[in-house]
């Protein structure tokens, strides 16, 4: 596994950093990379809820 740290010196998630290297790259902003995840997340909630019912 490849490590990455930080300006900070903490290490990162390497797929993570991809993740966000690639959405700033095709021009996302920080809002929008975070609303995409808020619905990710939302959807994945309420898969759960579905299957547990």
């Known amino acids: ?3 990455v740290i930080s300006d900070n010196q903490q290490e990162l998630d390497a797929e993570w950093v991809e993740l966000m290297l690639c959405a700033r790259a095709k021009g996302l902003t920080t809002d929008e990379v ?9 959807e994945g909630q309420s898969n759960i809820q579905e299957s547990a019912v």
Do not use: D, F, G
Not at 34 to 42: A, D, G, N, P
């Open 34 to 42: 975070s609303k995409v995840l808020r619905i990710l997340q939302e």
């Open 1 to 3: 596994m490849r490590r």
